[in-house]
């Protein structure tokens, strides 16, 4: 259901109303495609989220743009509505003693694990949003090779992949507004980021010696990442907390057949691997390891 304000015809100035039918197919939908939950709680966020999109392209109301959706054989109408319900909220160092155990303990061990020794370090981070958990990745290695915590010939290569391509689009540009470094050390802020000029006066940029370690890809996470081989530390953190439990399993299964037998999968505080089936042990609270033999 669409009201418009009044005094206008256009549907760009609608507000849409979501029925509970609407919602329900809505939440049918979502959960097929992209596994993600979308509970009662959310219908208002959903309505929202999905007003904005409608008024900005001009959608009359939900049955055009179900219809949209069904008829788009691109399938570009169903991301742009899987776009708009992802939630993407990120930062810098966020949980950041993982990236200290990172480079402390994980990286070095998985260096003198193998004979000769690994020179390259291969990192997916699985739904990266907007790119600050790669970047500090990246930052806080080459961090470790100034303090000769790992060897300075070791290359690192970090994969990050999320379901939004809109998303991606802002990690790939490297461009964040200023305030989201203002708590950063002011050497990390000299040595990795540089201040834009003119109308990005108000922004920062990651340094190219940055840039060049990371690449960004759309990927849904309900199926495996095949085409990189196996990886050597996962972080896919703060993601399944929108995902039901056969999701989890699916998902788990997916992260696990992308890592060999010194891997390490890293989640987020507030998320368990509990009742989940999987080839890992606990090496540390939210840190796993391949289980050795399998």
């Known amino acids: ?7 206008s015809s256009t549907a760009a100035f609608s507000h849409h109303e979501i029925s509970d039918s609407e919602f329900q197919h809505l939440r049918e939908l979502i959960y097929r495609e992209a596994g993600i939950n979308l509970t009662s709680q959310k219908k208002f966020l959903a309505q929202t989220r999905l007003g904005k999109l409608m008024r900005r392209k001009q959608i009359s109301g939900f049955d055009e743009l179900f219809s949209r959706i069904r008829e788009d054989s691109s399938g570009l109408a169903l991301e742009m509505v899987i776009d708009a319900i992802s939630t993407n909220h990120t930062f810098f160092f966020r949980e950041d003693a993982h990236f200290s155990l990172m480079n402390e303990e994980l990286i070095p061990e998985l260096l003198n694990q193998s004979k000769p020794r690994k020179k390259s370090i291969k990192i997916w981070s699985a739904g990266c949003s907007s790119g600050e958990e790669p970047f500090t990745a990246i930052i806080t290695f080459l961090e470790a090779q100034k303090q000769k915590k790992i060897p300075p010939d070791t290359h690192l290569e970090v994969i990050g992949t999320d379901i939004s391509n809109e998303i991606l689009e ?3 540009s490297g461009l964040y507004p200023l305030e989201t470094i203002e708590n950063l050390d002011y050497k990390l802020k000299k040595n990795y980021f540089q201040r834009g000029k003119g109308r990005f006066e108000k922004f920062v940029r990651l340094k190219p010696h940055v840039l060049e370690h990371v690449t960004f890809k759309r990927h849904n996470l309900l199926f495996p990442l095949t085409e990189h081989g196996a990886f050597d530390l996962i972080f896919c953190r703060n ?12 998902v788990v299964d ?11 999968l890293i989640i987020g505080h507030s998320e368990s691997l509990n009742n989940i089936s999987h080839k890992l042990i606990t090496h540390r609270p939210t840190i796993f390891k391949v289980k050795q033999g399998v």
């Open 1 to 7: 259901m669409a009201e418009t304000v009044k005094g």
């Open 170 to 172: 802002k990690a790939k």
């Open 239 to 250: 993601v399944m907390i929108y995902f039901d439990q056969q999701t989890k399993q699916k």
């Open 254 to 264: 997916n992260l696990t057949n992308s890592m060999h037998k010194d891997s390490y």
